[in-house]
């Protein structure tokens, strides 16, 4: 898995190299956990996308739509060259997540705060349905200043959903500067167990350690569960790294683009020469 992460950072950054600029560091923030899922964890079908009582994810930092597309792609939901299409007009992967164009995205995201929500109400459905399915959610620390993440963390706990799996990309950094000057949200781990969740709070860009918290996460009983998710924004990439509080949405020109090749050792094969 940790060859696969490394292949999906790199269609990360020919996907948003495609179009120039993009949201880079909270991308790559996350592959480590999107490659968990998608490779060990989810109960899912690429030729399928829509079968019933599949796994579902939120990503509700829906942002992050470059990493999400490129992990769809290595997984076969659609051609890798449709990266190449980012935010262009008339593909089928804008911007931020959208469940109506992109196959193998679950729901719609962007606004930030309302994923969680909206992945509540798939774990609730899907017990009701009692069809098994887990139900995870991706939210952000700086999306985690929004009062709407609390009301569903209450709802989620209330209600028992222990089918529902969060991660927070923890990575303290936001749109305009570190998540602790904007508005800290402390200790996040402490908060959610505070909220009722079964919490766990682990490197975040290690495979070994996401793969045992999400399988810990699945032998809970009884409470929702929370990954506090400690990543480095920008993961796996040094000029997105090193740029620290930029690395929201930047620039990846050829020059860039080249970087990344010698940083992978990865040739850059699947798009559009830039």
């Known amino acids: 898995?940790?060859?696969?992460?490394?292949?999906?950072?790199?269609?990360?950054?020919?996907?948003?190299?495609?179009?120039?600029?993009?949201?880079?560091?909270?991308?790559?923030?996350?592959?480590d956990a999107l490659t968990v899922l998608y490779y060990k964890h989810m109960n899912i079908d690429p030729s399928n996308p829509k079968k019933e009582g599949r796994d579902r994810l939120v990503v509700s930092k829906g942002h992050a739509g470059p990493g999400v597309y490129a992990t769809l792609a290595h997984k076969g939901y659609f051609p890798k060259e449709e990266l190449s299409t980012l935010n262009k007009i008339g593909?089928?992967?804008?911007?931020?997540?959208d469940?109506?164009?992109?196959?193998?995205?679950?729901?719609?995201?962007?606004?930030?705060?309302?994923?969680?929500?909206?992945?509540?109400?798939?774990?609730?459905?899907?017990?009701?349905?009692?069809?098994?399915?887990?139900?995870y959610c991706i939210i952000g620390d700086g999306e985690s200043q929004e009062g709407q993440i609390w009301e569903a963390s209450m709802f989620a706990a209330h209600e028992k959903l222990d089918n529902l799996i969060v991660?927070?990309?923890?990575n303290k950094l936001q749109l305009c500067g570190y998540t602790d000057d904007v508005m800290s949200i402390h200790d996040p781990a402490k908060k959610w167990e505070s909220f009722g969740f079964y919490v766990q709070s682990i490197d975040g860009n290690n495979i070994n350690a996401v793969d045992a918290a999400i399988t810990n996460a699945k032998q809970n009983k009884g409470k929702p569960s929370m990954i506090v998710l400690n990543t480095i924004k920008g993961k796996g990439f040094s000029y997105s790294e090193n740029a620290g509080i930029d690395n929201h949405s930047m620039?990846?020109?050829?020059?860039?683009?080249?970087?990344?090749?010698?940083?992978f050792g990865i040739e850059v094969k699947y798009l559009e020469k830039i």
């Not at 790199?10 to 923030?29: K, M, P």
């Not at 991660?167 to 923890?170: G, H, I, N, Q, S």
């Not at 620039?251 to 940083?263: F, G, M, N, T, V």
Request: glycine residues 12%; charged residues 15%.
């Open 1 to 31: 898995m940790k060859n696969i992460a490394k292949e999906i950072r790199a269609l990360t950054i020919e996907c948003i190299a495609s179009i120039g600029q993009g949201h880079i560091g909270g991308s790559l923030s996350i592959v």
């Open 91 to 97: 593909t089928n992967l804008p911007s931020h997540c």
């Open 99 to 135: 469940m109506n164009k992109t196959p193998g995205v679950d729901m719609t995201a962007g606004s930030l705060g309302q994923g969680l929500s909206c992945a509540c109400g798939m774990a609730l459905g899907s017990r009701l349905a009692k069809d098994g399915a887990y139900i």
């Open 167 to 170: 991660m927070l990309d923890y």
């Open 251 to 263: 620039p990846i020109s050829a020059e860039i683009l080249q970087k990344a090749k010698e940083d």
